[in-house]
């Protein structure tokens, strides 16, 4: 079983940063791939971000250059560095890590970027 909390969420201005975090627990030596989603009321939850234990990064076309994801392998976290945000990013984010055999979600954190 592996536990993930996100941090980092909040109000931010177009064209603001913030940086969301991941702390996972438990057995994590059983994931190989960790990341982002996020999702708007009404729709889909879509990728945002991935990254493996290879370090080999995916970003979803809309990132554009503006998202940098990251990890630190001795504490078991990973971050999605958000710059130039838009309103269009607003959405619920959600911390995910792949296991050999299942998948696993935080609970969510609220990211709001308006004027």
């Known amino acids: 079983q592996v536990d993930l909390v996100e941090s980092g969420g909040g109000w931010v201005q177009p064209g603001g940063s913030l940086r969301l975090s991941c702390a996972a627990s438990?057995?994590?030596?059983?994931?190989?791939?960790m990341g982002w989603f996020r999702q708007v009321p009404g729709k889909q939850r879509e990728m945002v971000a991935m990254?493996?234990?290879?370090?080999?990064?995916r970003y979803a076309d809309f990132v554009k250059g503006r998202f940098t994801i990251s990890r630190d392998n001795a504490e078991n976290m990973w971050y999605l560095q958000m710059d130039d945000l838009e309103i269009e990013d607003t959405a619920v984010y959600y911390c995910?890590?792949?296991?050999?055999?299942?998948?696993?979600w935080g609970q969510g954190i609220q990211v709001t970027v308006s004027s």
């Open positions: 995910h890590a792949v296991g050999w055999t299942s998948l696993y």
């Open positions: 438990g057995t994590f030596f059983m994931v190989h791939s």
């Open positions: 990254t493996d234990t290879t370090d080999d990064p």
